[in-house]
């Protein structure tokens, strides 16, 4: 018990001299370590008599706890003591707010594909992709669209500098997403529901509407006793959704050849609701895709009997949508990555 009480008190007076966290650590060592003193002495309950061992056992317990957290409390004054020491040296205001770390912004174009496949997903359709790089067979031929087509000629692509595949062609940025209906169709078969969102490519000359690069979205039904009855019922409510109000779609004839019949959508102005406005151009309509029942050759392209399935596709600018949604007068900001453009969003 004296050996105890001299060791507290000993250590404690080391303690209050001590200056730096080093010699604190050493000292900690010393006396409670796994080979210190405390230890030593508690080597001494095997050779005590049993009446005696429990006594002093809790008594070394006392004193190994009241040693820990004389060692705790020192450290944690000496590490204050030193972070004084530190800020005392600093020449500027440590009280002053720091620079605000920026966080990103999705990107409107995200952002609207994004609800885009959300609102198809809902009415059953499944979210498809394709290849960037795409061969002239699944570009051009198997959409309908033969090399000696005028059709081509609406399409200025950049072609890639590789010798020519025997069956497919050329390799080609895709113009459109539409080579994706043909791959669908040879992977799954009919009937089939999907749409497709992508990047395409044109040889455009570059001004505030027209870009090398934008993105589209293709759609694609097919299945038995389809018509544009369904089309219309289709985009009524994908728009009406989109900007959430009721929404009028009407068609009108236009050209596709990988469709026949095919139609140009528009849908009433939904900034002012078919009364007339200057996006509208005081029509009460906005041009808004190119849609059709699909071509039988697309059909047998892609392995699908059009005897027995009937289908339609349709096809809108994504980017055209975004611009329209956020009054974006420039396209080419979409691409530029300016942080204040983003920023909006």
């Known amino acids: 018990m004296d050996k105890l009480k001299q060791l507290l008190k000993e250590t404690l007076e080391k303690i209050t001299r001590i200056k730096d966290t080093g010699a604190l650590q050493d000292l900690e060592v010393k006396i409670i370590g796994r080979k210190g003193e405390l230890t030593n002495v508690l080597r001494m309950l ?14 070394a317990n006392k004193t190994k706890q009241a040693l820990q957290e004389a060692f705790d409390e020192k450290r944690a004054s000496l590490s204050s003591s030193m972070m004084k020491s530190a800020l005392s040296n ?22 609207v594909q ?10 059953g359709f499944a979210i498809m992709d394709g290849p960037e790089v795409e061969s002239e067979y699944y570009n051009f031929e198997g959409l309908n669209i033969p090399a000696h087509h005028p ?10 500098d590789k010798e020519p595949d025997k069956k497919q062609g050329r390799l080609v940025l895709r113009t459109h997403t539409s080579p994706v ?14 749409i497709v969102p992508g990047r395409v490519f044109r040889y455009e000359a570059t001004d505030a509407s027209h870009d090398t690069t934008f993105d589209q979205v293709e759609g694609l039904l097919i299945d038995k006793d389809i018509s544009l009855a369904h089309l ?24 596709f050849p990988f469709v026949e019949p095919g139609l140009e959508l528009d849908f009433s102005c939904a900034l002012c609701g078919g009364g007339g406005c200057k996006v509208c151009k005081k029509s009460g309509w906005i041009e808004f895709m190119g849609a059709g029942m699909v071509h039988e050759n697309v ?19 994504l980017t055209r949508l975004v611009m329209m949604r956020y009054a974006i007068d420039d396209i080419r900001l979409l691409k530029s990555a300016d942080p204040r453009f983003l920023k909006q969003f």
């Open 46 to 59: 095997k050779d005590m008599p049993e009446e005696e061992r429990k006594t002093f056992g809790q008594e």
């Open 90 to 111: 600093i020449d500027f205001d440590i009280t002053e707010p720091g620079i605000r770390e920026q966080t990103g912004h999705i990107h409107p174009l995200a952002k």
């Open 114 to 123: 994004w609800e885009v496949e959300n609102i198809f997903s809902q009415m």
């Open 151 to 160: 059709a081509r000629d609406m399409q200025d692509t950049f072609f890639i």
């Open 181 to 194: 209906q043909v791959r669908t169709m040879e992977k799954y078969g009919a009937p089939l529901r999907v």
């Open 232 to 255: 219309k019922g289709v985009m009524e409510e994908f728009l009406t959704r989109l900007f959430q109000r009721e929404a009028k779609v009407r068609f009108r004839p236009g050209y």
């Open 299 to 317: 059909l047998k392209a892609g392995g699908v009997d059009p005897k027995k399935y009937q289908g339609w596709a349709f096809g809108f600018g």
